[in-house]
């Protein structure tokens, strides 16, 4: 009988002891559940490369898991650049709300590189006093232009071509000017809009084609973008010269006894009484060049000579035809062998 007795003593200790224990567990986890208490999934996060200022912005999804009003304001942002959409937040038990963070760039300076944004919001959840948010990310400098080489192909003495070049980038203020050194080239700008990836600008380029020959230039292009500060556009037309020779390049065969010179080509242009050669140069002092025109035709003999002791048995030179208004209406190559 007496050990029976001690069994149920025992017994009854220990579901007393379970009775307490099981009591304190519940009267802690109430504890817990007393008051705001706020919960994210997340508090920070790594958005990688992005392509504009604008798609720095993420908003967290917040909670109150508590059982009375949840209060959330700002305290500080880590820089003036750093939005954050929150202002005074109340959320009630249970409910959820959106806490939005982004980049708003520097006084319409577009900025690019890696971004930290970080907003430390307080809250009247005794547990969590101060929770920061953080938002991290790389704004690139993305700038593409089309077309990549701006080509007028060949053009007719006189006219005038034009062509658009687009822009895309960033930003509103990526572009700071568009200039070119070529007095035949002329730039306006068309249009600017807003793209999902940044902006969009037009320019309008004009080519006059004023002068015979090649053109071989570039569109200066100045950004405020770090790592492409300065964009060349290539530039090229061709206004063919009016007066070319037969052949191509011309012979001139001498001999250290004769240095006479002869007629070594004929040359033709397209109208007698606009573009008629009147005069010739060429870059060689030891060379002189003699037009002979043919009477009635649009065709012209033309010879050269040399009176002087020429020291390189082969070279190169460029005979330069000018109209009677100094126009250049023709280059002539020549190729200058001594026997």
């Known amino acids: 009988m007496s050990h029976n ?31 705001p208490r706020l919960h994210s999934s997340a508090y920070d996060i790594d958005l990688g490369d992005v392509p504009t200022e604008a798609a720095l912005f993420h908003e967290f999804r917040v ?10 304001s700002v305290i500080r942002t880590s820089c003036s650049c750093v939005t954050s959409f929150i202002g005074d ?20 300076v577009p900025s690019y590189g890696q971004k930290n944004l970080n907003v430390l919001i307080g809250t009247n959840d005794s547990t969590n006093p101060e929770r920061l948010f953080s938002v991290q990310g790389r704004i690139l400098d993305t700038f593409e232009v089309a077309p990549s080489v701006l080509d ?16 895309d980038h960033p930003a509103a203020s990526t572009i700071v000017s ?49 790592d492409i500060p300065l964009y060349e556009l290539p530039v090229v037309a061709e206004v063919p010269y009016p007066v070319t020779s037969k052949p191509e390049t011309l ?18 242009y397209a109208d007698e009484s606009e573009f008629a050669p009147r005069r010739a140069d060429v870059n060689a002092k030891t060379l002189h ?8 035709s649009d065709e012209a003999q033309i010879q050269i000579s040399t009176d002087d002791v020429v020291a390189d048995r082969s070279f190169t030179a460029t005979i330069t035809l000018y109209d009677s208004h100094d126009i250049v209406v023709g280059l002539i190559p020549i190729l200058v062998k001594i026997r």
């Open 5 to 35: 007795r001690r069994n149920t003593s025992g017994m009854n200790c220990a579901m007393a002891r379970l009775t307490v224990l099981t009591a304190l567990i519940v009267s802690i986890a109430h504890s817990e559940g007393v008051g």
């Open 178 to 226: 568009l200039d070119s050194l070529e007095q035949r080239i002329e730039i306006t700008k068309s249009t600017e809009t807003k793209t999902t990836d940044g902006f969009r600008t037009t320019y309008t380029v004009r080519f006059v084609a004023d002068q015979f020959g090649s053109l071989s230039d570039a569109i200066l292009i100045q950004t405020r973008l770090p």
């Open 89 to 108: 937040i109340r959320i009630a038990p249970g409910a959820g709300h959106s806490v939005g963070i982004g980049y708003q760039g520097n006084l319409g």
């Open 289 to 296: 060049v003699t037009l002979l025109p043919q009477n009635d």
């Open 251 to 268: 012979v001139l065969e001498l001999s250290d006894e004769d240095r006479s010179g002869a007629v070594v080509g004929l040359l033709h």
């Open 152 to 167: 007028f192909g060949v053009a007719t003495y006189g006219d005038t071509l034009e062509q658009v070049v687009t822009l």
């Open 63 to 72: 909670e109150n898991r508590g059982d009375e009003t949840l209060v959330l």
